[in-house]
């Protein structure tokens, strides 16, 4: 684990950053995928949020940027309503929920 918390893992090319307690990439981490010393990175967060459109991140072959909301979709509000009405049933019901968030992972 690195000072800022961050942990690297190096699977020969592929790095996984593992973002626990809060960091985004920083300056120095692009300047490392500019020169290529990080081969790639696939993106939804980044520190300052929309990406602005200056960003050289948005130039770099070696970055794929999905926003954070990639998951709204037309659909996504029904479905989020659909599965909390079936989720208070359940509650009210005394049954087992699903989905249902492990607080020792975190998710």
């Not at 090319?13 to 696939?42: F, P």
């Not at 940027?65 to 990639?70: E, G, I, R, T, V």
């Not at 479905?79 to 929920?97: P, R, S």
Request: with cysteine; proline share 4%.
């Amino acid at each position: 684990m690195s000072s800022t918390g961050v942990t690297y893992i190096n699977i020969n090319i592929l790095y996984i950053c593992n973002h626990q307690t809060g960091y985004h990439l920083s300056e120095c981490d692009c300047a490392a995928l500019q020169e290529k010393k990080i081969r790639g990175a696939g993106l939804d967060v980044t520190y300052t949020e929309p990406l602005p459109k200056d960003s050289p991140l948005w130039d770099l072959d070696n970055v794929l940027l999905s926003p954070h909301c990639a998951d709204r979709t037309t659909t996504f509000q029904a479905e989020a309503i659909q599965q909390f009405t079936e989720l208070a049933k359940l509650y009210v019901e005394g049954k087992e929920l699903f989905n249902v968030v492990d607080k020792e992972t975190g998710y």
